[in-house]
């Protein structure tokens, strides 16, 4: 680097390199993340949001009591669209909650310590999605209350679930993720929850938070055993993730159906869960700095950071789309050249284009560092690929299933009322879990924000 | 006040920074104590080997590989033996013991073993959950989760004497030496 100091060491590129804001010291992180939840008073703001969403989750359950009382045919569902919103939303659901993992598990193997002051919401962000995913396929079944029988029990009848199906694996990787995510942030905030027993004023307070510290007293040996638990389960998440969506998209590709029958699905599927979740993360990640003064912590750096790992997926999710497309015209096969054209001139090719619009043009913004650092467009755009990726899977569920092979069995889908009150309602309960947890646990690790404060400060001395 | 006194846990001397508390580690052990602890807001590098303890301190790994072999060998050869014997389903002739269609289910209950052996190995191994310690007991034992960092010289090593080791902390500059009491 003979090019002098000058441009490398400018205070704009150091300004945006910054992960933790300089003058932090530990007692001023624990301060600051521990007061959002013990002393700050309810705003205003909080009881808004907190009411709207409530009052969508409320929805949710409406509609939810509804379709047990009617049955599936209150949504537009029907033969040849069997599928609907209920998977759209359940791919979408389980998608956005892949980047809580991958910036939990993948970045801390790849130590970035950037992944430090968002990993404990986009985790918490991770349980929520999947809680949401996991009611779709759920009352889809029809039967919700015969769910159990998707799990192997000896059964009076003697019959067992099918181990060949990509639907009893999804069964099990979902379960799997859940439970896995569970346990990974819940190993993050064993330290976190003993410094709220500690600070906490009032009893009741203490004695919550005290009782899931386990009575953590951050002893060298239980941090040596600790770590090395953490780093496994880091390890262990990692090509869970990705086997996470590789199944689910194994739901599609197994089967014959045009557009879903391909061996491009499992990689395309992962980055494009993994594109939508980090847009899900700079969703949550730019309110939350800026209700509660985080900028210090979730610096320019993160978002530019998360901006570049989206403008990656997004590229290889582009490449996806493109090869789904060459393939088609390549293979010569005629079902799946008539579904490329029914993408582009069939009764959803505005779907398609708005999709194309949503995932492919608008993040191509993203090439310019101007628009990275600049706050309310990242917001922006991040709602836009949210839509794009919701719309992905829309197009691949309903237009492959309107018109396959016989004209004949073809048909058309057409979402009704409950379809999207459903569909809005897990917004509603997703966003209401948000809101309970940024006021109930520390949005941000507080022991690895202090770890950071050691390692920065000793890089200055 | 001639009330019973309560049984001495141990003592501890409190640290400004993680750099003081690694030479205070140091200097402990290397005066001979041999129960000793430290007690720190975010896990610091190198304390565990200034405290003296190795590698063989550490069996979450092993269990972790446990807990994987387990979930995972149940896995398969639980579908193994639900598709050959217990429900057998002939699907076009495909053959019963398919079991490239067996991996992703042993795939997940793999991690799902691991997982749960690692974490509730972890907690084992640390006699987690353990709701009273005698640490609580000092106030500014507070800080531990904070900013403070703890060094704990317990009363069962054979070397400790209360008044010697008291002044022996105070000049390795622990600030705050405090007895550490609990009722029995």
């Not at chain 1, 709602?383 to 992905?392: A, F």
């Amino acid at each position: 680097m003979s090019a002098g100091d000058t441009p490398v060491n400018s205070p704009e590129i150091r300004r945006l390199a910054r992960v933790l804001e300089p003058g932090h010291s530990y007692e001023s992180v624990t301060d600051k993340i521990a007061s959002i939840v013990l002393t700050r008073p309810v705003s205003i703001g909080w009881l808004a949001g907190f009411s709207i969403a409530f009052t969508l989750m409320m929805v949710l359950m409406g509609s939810i009591a509804w379709l047990i009382t009617k049955g599936v045919g209150i949504w537009g569902i029907n033969i040849p669209i069997g599928w609907g919103f209920a998977i759209v939303n359940f791919v979408w659901w389980i998608g956005i909650g892949h980047a809580g993992t991958l910036i939990s598990a993948i970045l801390f193997l790849l130590n970035q310590q950037w992944r430090t002051s968002i990993n404990r919401f986009a985790e918490a962000m991770t349980l929520f999605a999947v809680a949401c995913a996991g009611i779709f396929p759920l009352i889809h079944t029809g039967r919700p209350w015969m769910a159990y029988y998707m799990f192997p029990y000896p059964s009076t009848m003697g019959i067992w679930p099918q181990f060949r199906s990509p639907l009893i694996w999804d069964v099990f990787a979902v379960s799997t993720y859940g439970t896995v995510s569970a346990l990974f942030w819940f190993v993050g905030l064993i330290p976190d929850l003993a410094t709220l027993r500690d600070r906490a004023t009032n009893k009741p307070a203490q004695i919550i938070y005290g009782m899931l510290a386990m009575g953590w007293r951050g002893s060298a040996r239980h941090w040596h055993r600790y770590q090395s638990a953490y780093l496994l389960l880091a390890g262990l998440a990692t090509p869970l993730v990705l086997s996470v969506h590789t199944v689910v998209s194994f739901d599609f590709s197994i089967a014959i159906v045009p557009g879903w029958h391909t061996t491009i699905f499992p990689p395309y599927f992962v980055a494009g869960a993994i594109y939508s979740g980090f847009a899900m993360v700079l969703t949550i990640a730019i309110p939350l700095r800026a209700a509660y003064d985080l900028e210090d912590f979730i610096t320019m750096r993160h978002l530019e950071n998360m901006a570049k790992v989206m403008l990656a997926t997004g590229l290889i999710v582009a490449y996806g789309y493109f090869f789904e497309f060459f393939m088609s015209l390549y293979s010569g096969n005629k079902f799946d050249m008539f579904l490329v054209q029914q993408r582009l001139h069939g009764p959803y090719s505005s779907y398609y284009f708005a999709l194309i619009i949503c995932n492919i043009l608008t993040p191509q913004l993203l090439w310019f560092q101007k628009v990275r650092t600049n706050v309310a467009a990242l917001f922006v755009m991040s709602l836009v690929i949210n839509v794009g990726m919701w719309l992905e899977r829309f197009v691949i569920v309903v237009i492959s299933l309107t018109r396959d092979f016989m004209p004949s069995a073809w048909g058309r889908y057409q979402p009704t009322f409950w379809d999207w009150s459903t569909f809005v309602g897990t917004l509603g309960l997703f966003v209401s879990l948000l809101f309970l947890f940024v006021r109930g646990l520390p949005a941000i690790s507080i022991a690895e924000m202090r770890e950071l404060v050691a390692h920065t400060s000793k890089d200055h001395e | 006040m001639n009330l019973p006194r309560p049984h001495l846990y141990g003592l501890l001397g409190e640290f400004d920074s993680p750099k003081q508390l690694m030479d205070a580690a140091k200097k402990v052990r290397e005066a001979g104590y041999k129960h000793i602890d430290a007690f720190v807001p975010f896990p610091v590098e190198g304390l565990s080997h200034a405290l003296g303890l190795g590698r063989k301190h550490d069996l979450v790994p092993l269990l972790t590989l446990a807990g994987g072999l387990g979930g995972g060998l149940t896995g398969f050869f639980f579908q193994l033996w639900v598709n050959m014997y217990a429900y057998p389903l002939n699907i076009a002739g495909r053959p019963l013991n398919s079991w490239p269609a067996f991996i992703p289910v042993t795939f997940e209950l793999t991690v799902l073993g691991a997982s749960t052996f690692a974490v509730f190995g972890m907690l084992a191994l640390n006699k987690l959950p353990q709701p009273h310690h005698p640490l609580f007991n000092v106030e500014r034992f507070k800080r531990a989760s904070n900013d403070g960092f703890f060094l704990c010289i317990e009363s069962h090593d054979p070397k400790f004497q209360l008044e010697e080791t008291a002044r022996f902390l105070q000049s390795i500059s622990a600030q705050h030496v405090t007895e550490v009491r609990d009722e029995d």
